[in-house]
């Protein structure tokens, strides 16, 4: 069974500083992995997803993701936090039946 | 480019009554998932259609039913409500074929029961 964590629910930095939002995965095949971010009272938008190929993956709004699968990871990194970026991210794995599994979220905050 | 829509965005409902939300993927999408997200819970998969058939189910209570039309649009029906089932339902869609391929969300329904 594929299952997602994201270590801490709740970052805080300050603008212009380094964003780092942590994921990690369990599954028994390749995963799909996805990062979603979620504004307040809104859906579900795509930042990001590894499938194959390039471990690096750039997305949306300067987000970039590494996949790591010696570390089982899919961290969440930007270089420079905007105000705008104030939101919550879920990373997420796609099963073999196509569903998302969830992980926990994290709420990004943004100090000026 | 046409996203998911749903409708209604808000619902209130009291306790024991019954709710229909609905759903429109967007066009060519041949799979639609119901998702349930409680306050400041991540989404919890509910169920899923594919060709207008059920594909997968995960937590979703005998209380809720849900169906894909011919036209695709999908509809989820929760009877007997609890305090409980106040909660965003998401629809999402996608095409088959790939577990990579993206799912893309609505904006989600907001249901209050009181």
Known sequence: AQSVTQLGSHVSVSEGALVLLRCNYSSSVPPYLFWYVQYPNQGLQLLLKYTTGATLVKGINGFEAEFKKSETSFHLTKPSAHMSDAAEYFCAVNTLGGKLIFGQGTELSVKP | ?114
């Open chain 2, 1 to 114: 480019a046409a996203g998911v829509i749903q409708s209604p965005r808000h619902l209130i409902k009291e306790k024991r009554e019954t709710a229909t939300l609905k759903c429109y993927p967007i066009p060519r999408h041949d799979t639609v998932y119901w998702y349930q997200q409680g306050p400041g819970q991540d989404p919890q998969f509910l169920i899923s259609f594919y060709e207008k058939m059920q594909s997968d189910k995960g937590s979703i209570p005998d209380r809720f039913s849900a169906q894909q039309f011919s036209d695709y649009h999908s509809e989820l029906n929760m009877s007997s409500l609890e305090l409980g089932d106040s909660a965003l339902y998401f629809c999402a869609s996608s095409l088959s074929g790939n577990s990579g391929n993206t799912i893309y969300f609505g904006e989600g329904s907001w249901l209050t029961v009181v």
